[in-house]
């Protein structure tokens, strides 16, 4: 079943209408923290129970609408609604970094690294010391980069990621609760103070 997918100024638009929405934030807390939509609710992927969220709707006969980075993991998160028998789901194109980019209202916290960053880091650097391994200390290090580049060729082809999943659940990646700052078309608010760029 294909996926249903909506852009971030026709998300907008519903909302301006009055309607009633409910997006659900598939991002780590530490990524919700440094930017989200205004009215985004946070539920990382890997804590997402598809059907617990869907027994603690209020009004079923709207879309549950998805959100992420970029739009990966809000697809991910529609497919597993689809899976359990959930189909009234949508993702948002391009993701809150669309979102942002159309100038359309966040809410904007500390800044953090994303988890896709997080991966490339990660990879990169796991590729980059299993070489080195295996030019200076033995040959069979060679079996680590090889199983990197293994890991990224499963996760091209699956649209998964077990690096991601395995780096959101890290303790950098949880933040605690804390409040942040509405911001409408792209603006920051420190204190009593308005910026376009964030507050360190």
Known sequence: MSITTIYPKQLHEIVQAGQDVELIDVRTPFEFREIHVSFARNVPLD???????AGARKEASYPLYFICQSGGRGKQACEKSLAAGY????????????????????????KAISLERQVR???GSLV?????????????????PAFVGAGLLFSGITDTCGMGMLLARMP??????????????????CGSKSSTTCCG
């Open 47 to 53: 804590q997402l129970d598809v059907a617990k969220l």
């Open 87 to 110: 189909t009234n789901v949508v993702n948002v194109e391009g993701g809150t970094q669309a979102w942002d980019q159309a100038a359309l209202p966040v809410v904007r916290g500390k």
């Open 128 to 144: 980059l010391i299993g070489s080195l391994l295996s030019y200076f200390a033995h040959p069979y290090w060679i079996a680590l």
């Open 121 to 123: 880091i990660a990879a």
């Open 172 to 189: 950098w990646n949880q933040v605690p609760n804390e409040p942040a700052t509405n911001v409408e078309a792209g603006a920051t608010t």
